[in-house]
Every structure is written in structure tokens, then in C-alpha cells.
């Protein structure tokens, strides 16, 4: 379920919180005027939550992406490895850093591929940046062991498994730098607002930089005389987004246990026949979409109707593939690789994504079950 489903007055106070300490509205300076920090606290309750050594909170999941891949040294040229089951968001921070996107396909897990990956590395490859589809970890064992033996960087898109781990440890953290997203779907969210996570100090202070016009922040200076060694952009999160954001990060925890209910219920109900996202091993997705897959278009769209008439709809696939699908993307990326991500736009035309909501029940998940195979069994 996304994090929208239960916003309530918890994050109306927060935001109230900041208009009655007087509406600094910025996370940095007026020291004098302030009462809150609330970007700062944002930054420090993530690095907690994620057991992460740094946490630079942007403005949203694509800068996120943008400063991580500056942060990691991509130049104009390189080519950085991604995947076809994706989101249009890391194509587009790629060629915003006059880099070239390189399209993996995906196997039957819906993330990478990783021998297919293999295969796309060149002299040029700068980083690997694999995509955690709908809650789901990629086999990073497999694309760590593949970064290493090739020298690359890598930059794990996590804004659409937030919180989700793979062999114990959070996602974002086992590459070199991750990027999370808190858009307004996905599993918390303030609204429009990103975090770039990371172990690494240096990448940490080039991103903290990056996405502050080069302000280093020296705290021996005021903000207007700071020091600064490179140039960025600004990609900064503002204090309101902050604020709604800390009262989100509390409900993590909640959002995965009552999908993980639900999902567990539907599973549990499913025919052996059927056949399903494959989940890679040591992974803890967020169970908050069911993947299965149906052969026959017909028999699909029936699935599809069913879905949508009982109230539960779909998630992506179908109803978004178009802006998840490489193979539909031929204005930003050259055609050998809109045609090579055909193998991926075939698996996922045979896919239906259900979507886990918190207002739904468990039982209506073990009756969605019982009415969507009724014909099976
Ligand atoms: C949502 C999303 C993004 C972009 O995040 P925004 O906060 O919407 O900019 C990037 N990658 C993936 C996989 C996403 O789902």
C-alpha cells in the first residue's frame, strides 16, 4: 500500500508545527528566527531507520538519482547499465549527466537480468544501476560480484522498495549510493521528495554539495560567505516536505507488516498452477504488489476485469507499462536498444500487478484470491 492511504492529522500537525514556530520554510540559516530543523531531523531519523552512515534528503526520487550518479563520478560519455522494467526517471537523470543509458533485460524476477548485464559491459561502462521493481530486491549478490570483478560503481534505484531488504541489510546500502523516492505513490511519501543514501563519506559530501549549488555548508561561516569547490544545481527538500516526511518514516514499519498480512493471505490462496514473480533469494521484498502471469490474452484481460470490478485494480502492469517499458521509449533512447527491450515488454504483457491496500482487509484478499482462480480449482 502507498503511505497516502494513511495520512491523517499526524502530518497536518506537522506541517502546522512549522507555521506556529514562525514558517521557515528553508532548511538552512535564519538560526535566530527558528525553533526546528526539520530537513536535518529528516536526514538523521532516515540514517536510523535504514542504518545508513549518511542521508542527504533531495527533492525528489529522479534528483535523487541525478545527484547520485554525479556523486560517483559519471561524466559525459560513460555508459551506465540499467534495466527495461523500470521507470522513465533513470534514463532521464543518465542523459542529464551527458551519460548513455544501456538497457539490461529483465528475467522472470521483473529486476534485472544480470548475465544479460554481463554481456552490455564495455570499456566505457562507468556503473550498474539496478532497479528494485515493486518492492522486490535484485540478485545483488550477483551484480555486486559483477561490479567487482569489472571495477564499476553501484547505484541502487530503491524509490519503489523503501524499507524492503535483501540478505538483512536495507536496500540502497549495498551498492555504493541509493536513491529512494517519497512521490506522492509510493510506499511513504511527502508529497514530492527523495533521499540519497550511502556509507561512503565521499560520495555523501559530493551529493550534500551537488545538490546545493556547491555550498559546502562550513559551519565556521555563514551561509552567504560558505566555501565551495564545485558547481551543482539545486535539488533541495524543503522543511514542509521534511516534516511530513519524519511522520511517514513512523508508519514504515506498520505500511510492511499490514501488507505482508494481506500478500501472505492472497499467496496463500493461490492454485499451484499459477505462475508467479520469481522472488530472489535472502530478499524481504515490502509485499505491496502481487506479480502473476497468464499466457493468453484473453484469459489475461479477464483476470484484468476482475480485478477492476471488484475495487482492487491493477498497478503498472497494465495500466502504466508504457512509462515502465523500455521498449516504448524511442524518444530517449537509440533504436538497437528500444528493439533489444522487446524480450522485456514480452514478459511484462503477460503480467498483471495487484496492488496490497491497507483499506482492504486480509479477508478481502483471501476472497479476491478465491474469485480470481474460482475456475481453477
Ligand atoms: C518513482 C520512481 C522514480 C522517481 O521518483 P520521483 O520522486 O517521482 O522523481 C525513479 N525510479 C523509480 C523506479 C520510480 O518508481
Redesign the pocket.
Known amino acids: 500500500m502507498p503511505g497516502f492511504e494513511i495520512i491523517d492529522n499526524k502530518e497536518q500537525e506537522a506541517v502546522n508545527q512549522i507555521f506556529e514556530e514562525g514558517g521557515i520554510l528553508f532548511a538552512h540559516g535564519f538560526d535566530a528566527m527558528r525553533k526546528s530543523f526539520h530537513v536535518r531531523e529528516f536526514e538523521e531519523k532516515s540514517k536510523k531507520a535504514f542504518n545508513a552512515k549518511n542521508a542527504l534528503a533531495v527533492s525528489?526520487?529522479?534528483a535523487a538519482?541525478k545527484v547520485a550518479l554525479k556523486s560517483i563520478g559519471v561524466l559525459p560519455g560513460d555508459e551506465v547499465i540499467t534495466q527495461a522494467f523500470?521507470?522513465i526517471?533513470?534514463i532521464e537523470a543518465i542523459l542529464d549527466c551527458g551519460a548513455k543509458p544501456i538497457i539490461a533485460n529483465v528475467n522472470d524476477s521483473l529486476n534485472m537480468d544480470v548475465k544479460d548485464c554481463e554481456t552490455l559491459i564495455t570499456k566505457k561502462t562507468k556503473a550498474i544501476l539496478p532497479?528494485h521493481?515493486l518492492g522486490v530486491p535484485c540478485d545483488m549478490d550477483s551484480i555486486m560480484e559483477l561490479a567487482k570483478k569489472n571495477n564499476l560503481k553501484v547505484l541502487e534505484?530503491n524509490?519503489?522498495a523503501v524499507g524492503a531488504k535483501y540478505d538483512d541489510k536495507y536496500l540502497g546500502l549495498i551498492g555504493d549510493v541509493g536513491a529512494f523516492?517519497f512521490?506522492f505513490g509510493?510506499v511513504i511519501t511527502c508529497g514530492?521528495g527523495?533521499l540519497v543514501l550511502t556509507n561512503s563519506s565521499s560520495i555523501d559530501k559530493y551529493a550534500r554539495e551537488y545538490h546545493d549549488h556547491g555550498h559546502e555548508n562550513n559551519i565556521e561561516l555563514p551561509r552567504g560567505r560558505d566555501s565551495r569547490s564545485i558547481y551543482g544545481f539545486n535539488y533541495r527538500m524543503t522543511e514542509m516536505q521534511a516534516a511530513v516526511g519524519k511522520v511517514q518514516l513512523d508508519k514504515l514499519t506498520f505500511i510492511i507488516q499490514e501488507n505482508t498480512k494481506r500478500m501472505n493471505a492472497l499467496v496463500s490462496n493461490i492454485p499451484s498452477g499459477i505462475k508467479c514473480r520469481l522472488i530472489p533469494k535472502k530478499s524481504s521484498p515490502i509485499n505491496d504488489t502481487f506479480i502473476f502471469f497468464i499466457d493468453s490474452e484473453n484469459e489475461r484481460q479477464k483476470y484484468i476485469s476482475t480485478l477492476i470490478e471488484l475495487g482492487f485494480g491493477t498497478k503498472n502492469l497494465p495500466d502504466a507499462m508504457e512509462w515502465h517499458c523500455a521498449a516504448f521509449w524511442d524518444h530517449a533512447l537509440p533504436e538497437n536498444q528500444v528493439a533489444r527491450s522487446i524480450l522485456t515488454k514480452n514478459l511484462l504483457t503477460k503480467a498483471i500487478a495487484v496492488p496490497i491496500w491497507l483499506r482492504k482487509n486480509v479477508e478481502d484478499y483471501e476472497m479476491l484470491a478465491e474469485k480470481l482462480f474460482k475456475d481453477m480449482k
Do not use: L, P, Q, R
Open positions: 525528489s526520487g529522479t538519482i523500470n521507470f526517471a533513470t532497479v521493481m534505484d524509490c519503489e523516492s512521490d509510493k514530492e527523495g
